[in-house]
């Protein structure tokens, strides 16, 4: 994988499950945060900033924080 532990990067909330948020990066990685530093909570499909702590190799994922809210996700 391209990443890089400490490096920021941005991505989609794909799920939420129990307080675990799975999200796809925008450079087509899939990544889960256990925890998340913002004042509101992120829900699916929101646009979030996301800072790498460790790589997964074996299951191809990163594992990380969830930085800030870029976008949220426009509901009709």
Do not use: W
């Not at 532990?5 to 256990?34: E, M, P, S």
């Not at 829900?43 to 979030?48: F, I, M």
């Amino acid at each position: 994988m391209q990443l890089r532990r400490q490096g920021k990067y941005v991505g989609t909330v794909t799920d939420v499950y129990r307080g675990t948020y799975f999200l796809c990066l925008d450079c087509k990685v899939n990544a889960v945060a256990h925890s998340c530093n913002t004042a509101s909570l992120p829900g699916q499909g929101d646009e979030v900033g996301f800072l790498v702590t460790r790589v997964n190799e074996e299951r191809e994922v990163a594992e990380g924080i969830i930085t800030r809210i870029i976008k949220r996700r426009s509901s009709i």
